[in-house]
């Protein structure tokens, strides 16, 4: 059974469009975490969040974390072809965290 | 400092044979993660130590596959006998401390193919 459910699975678009991603589960989580992927590497931290309602702001990616903690979002300002990757997010109970399957991101120059 | 180190990177191996991943977590860390990704699947989690003891072990798939940590910086993944349908990426990750929203940090992975 998978907790975490991400959508889109892929998503193409051009330079410079914005996009939002999303990572939603029945199940409140103590914490959330998003992660970027790229090809041959292993997932790399982008944020935490852990409060309901929290936002953060990492340059141009916009993380919110829903208020009941159950759902989590990641927008991309004005993409660019560096922010091609797999977006992971993961959310923490019992200090093991379960990933939901990603969002494969491919920005066009 | 050194990340998550992982061995082999690669390893092609025949249906049937012996296989054993290797990790050496972050040096400090007391939690070690096994993952495996799959396109299908995505990142299961195989099993997860706390100071060396494993506390969870669910999520391994079966009785072929076993995972030891006998020392603080060292952990294994074995497969007897391995098949085609265990190639994927193995992940290890390590993090410190048991506290909940602690960064975990991946290994580059070994990507098993079993032909």
């Known amino acids: 059974t998978q907790l975490l459910e991400q959508s889109p699975q892929f998503l193409s678009i051009q330079e410079g469009e914005n996009l939002t991603v999303y990572c939603n589960s029945s199940?409140?989580?103590?914490?959330l975490q998003w992660y970027r992927q790229e090809p041959g590497e292993g997932p790399v931290l982008l944020v935490t969040?852990?409060?309901?309602?929290e936002v953060k702001k990492l340059k141009r990616l916009t993380f919110q974390f829903g208020d009941a903690r159950k759902d989590s979002s990641l927008h991309i300002t004005a993409a660019q072809p560096g922010d091609t990757g797999l977006y992971l997010c993961?959310?923490?109970?019992?200090?093991?965290?379960?990933f939901g399957r990603g969002t494969s991101l491919i920005v066009h120059p | 400092d050194a990340g998550v180190i992982q061995s082999p990177r690669h390893e092609v191996t025949e249906m049937g044979q012996e296989v054993t991943l290797r990790c050496k977590p972050i040096?400090?860390?007391?939690?070690l993660f096994w993952y495996r990704q799959t396109m299908m699947r995505g990142l299961e989690l195989l099993i997860y130590?706390?100071?060396?003891?494993?506390?969870?072990d669910s999520g391994m798939p079966e009785d072929r596959f076993s995972a030891k940590m006998p020392n603080a910086s060292f952990s294994t993944l074995k497969i007897q006998p391995s098949e085609p349908r265990d190639s994927a990426v193995y992940f290890c990750?390590?993090?410190?401390?048991?506290?909940?929203?602690?960064?975990?940090?991946f290994g580059e992975g070994s990507w098993l193919t079993v032909v």
């Open positions: 990750a390590s993090r410190s401390d048991g506290n909940s929203g602690n960064t975990i940090y």
């Open positions: 199940s409140v989580f103590s914490s």
């Open positions: 969040v852990v409060t309901g309602g």
């Open positions: 993961a959310g923490e109970g019992s200090y093991i965290p379960t």
């Open positions: 040096s400090g860390h007391n939690s």
């Open positions: 130590f706390n100071n060396n003891v494993p506390i969870d």
